[in-house]
Every structure is written in structure tokens, then in C-alpha cells.
């Protein structure tokens, strides 16, 4: 499955961005979807990952818990990060992934094995 991320800007702190990323191929619904960032000089981290179904399991990295939402359309092949009251550390390249590991790790960037191309974000203060 190859994937395209999109929404990127330039935003001040406290606005929101809404992430998609599209996936081609049939198969999308059979992955586990996550979005990971890496800011420069830092590696990349786990931003959030939603579950193949996306009506049961979603998990957060704890600084983006009750600003960031994970959510999919497995009929349109995307899957979305909303996020709001964004902070200049939030700011990174963003990058969406999939994977069929067990839920319990995916968290682990190392589990993903298609990866979008990224999308910047930058908040301002």
C-alpha cells in the first residue's frame, strides 16, 4: 500500500490543522494506521495510531492526549489527524504509516512498514 500525506502549514499557536493521509491499493482496511513526527535534530516519535476497524482502539502519546483526534474512512482509504490548540513544539515533519503488528506495539515506529512522504508542520508563537 503506498500512502500520501497532506495538510502541512504554517499555523500560530493555538489553531488547529486537520492531517489526511490516503492510502491506494484495496487492502487498507487490514492495517493498523499511525502518525509519527520527527522535529530536527530529534528522532522520530509516535504521535497516535487507530486500529484497523475504527470504531474500537485509538492511542496517544501523552503530550498530544485531548488536542490531537486519530480517525479513518476505510471506505475512502484515509486515515486523519485533527489537531488543535497546536504549540510550537508540535511543530515537526508529520508522517503517516501502517502496519499489522499486534495493537500492543504500535507505538514502535520499527513495526510500520509503509510510510507516507511527510508533511510539515510548523507552529509559531
Given at each position: 500500500?503506498?500512502?500520501?500525506?497532506?495538510?502541512?502549514?504554517?499555523?500560530q499557536?493555538?489553531?488547529?490543522?486537520?492531517?489526511?493521509?490516503?492510502?491506494?491499493?484495496?487492502?487498507?482496511?487490514?492495517?493498523?494506521?499511525?502518525?509519527?513526527?520527527?522535529?530536527?535534530?530529534?528522532?522520530?516519535?509516535?504521535?497516535?495510531?487507530?486500529?484497523?476497524?475504527?470504531?474500537?482502539s485509538?492511542?496517544?502519546?501523552?503530550?498530544?492526549?485531548?488536542?490531537?483526534?486519530?480517525?479513518?474512512?476505510?471506505v475512502?482509504?484515509?486515515?486523519?489527524?485533527?489537531?488543535?490548540?497546536?504549540?510550537?513544539?508540535?511543530?515537526?515533519?508529520?508522517?503517516?504509516?501502517?502496519?499489522?503488528?499486534?495493537?500492543?506495539?504500535?507505538?514502535?515506529?520499527?513495526?510500520?512498514?509503509?510510510?507516507?512522504?511527510?508533511?510539515?508542520?510548523?507552529?509559531?508563537?
Open positions: 500500500v503506498q500512502l500520501q500525506a497532506s495538510g502541512g502549514g504554517l499555523v499557536a493555538g489553531d488547529s490543522l486537520r492531517l489526511s493521509c490516503t492510502a491506494s491499493g484495496r487492502t487498507f482496511r487490514n492495517f493498523h494506521a499511525g502518525w509519527f513526527r520527527q522535529a530536527p535534530g530529534k528522532e522520530r516519535e509516535f504521535v497516535a495510531a487507530i486500529n484497523r476497524s475504527g470504531y474500537a485509538t492511542r496517544y502519546q501523552d503530550s498530544v492526549k485531548g488536542r490531537f483526534t486519530i480517525s479513518r474512512d476505510n475512502k482509504n484515509t486515515v486523519y489527524l485533527q489537531m488543535n490548540s497546536l504549540k510550537p513544539e508540535d511543530t515537526a515533519v508529520y508522517y503517516c504509516a501502517v502496519t499489522v503488528v499486534v495493537w500492543s506495539y504500535v507505538d514502535s515506529a520499527r513495526y510500520y512498514t509503509n510510510w507516507g512522504q511527510g508533511t510539515q508542520v510548523t507552529v509559531s508563537s
